[in-house]
């Protein structure tokens, strides 16, 4: 699986942004696409994730305690995209933010990372 990553940038303090992924390949072995960042000094960490198996009407997603209620994650399984908006940024939340699948046997593809910066 192939991850194409766009968004990201400078923001200030509050501000939103909108981090989307696209991917191809051998897209139907996808079971989980979602987000994790990373910033300098700490490890990579799950930011969120959603379930894109198409039986799922109400899609299993899970967010880190950070980010409940600032950020929402949505996926579109018909063509194989993840897209994370990013509400009420804040200066903690700067990182370089990593596109994720993970498939059925537990292997995980990742994007090329994008930059998120927050600050005044």
């Known amino acids: 699986v192939q991850l194409v990553e766009s968004g990201g940038g400078w923001v200030q303090p509050g501000g939103s942004l909108r981090l989307s992924c696209a991917a191809s390949?051998?897209?139907?072995?996808?079971?989980?696409m979602g987000w994790y960042r990373q910033a300098p000094g700490k490890e990579r960490e799950l930011v969120a994730d959603i379930d894109m198996r198409a039986f799922t009407n109400r899609p299993r997603i899970l967010y880190a305690d950070s980010v409940k209620g600032r950020f929402t994650i949505s996926g579109d399984s018909t063509n194989n995209t993840v897209s994370l908006q990013m509400n009420d940024l804040k200066p903690e939340d700067t990182a370089v933010y990593y596109c994720?699948?993970?498939?059925?046997?537990?292997?995980?593809?990742w994007g090329q990372g994008t930059q998120v910066t927050v600050s005044s």
């Open positions: 390949g051998r897209t139907f072995t996808i079971n989980i």
């Open positions: 994720n699948t993970r498939a059925g046997n537990g292997y995980n593809s």
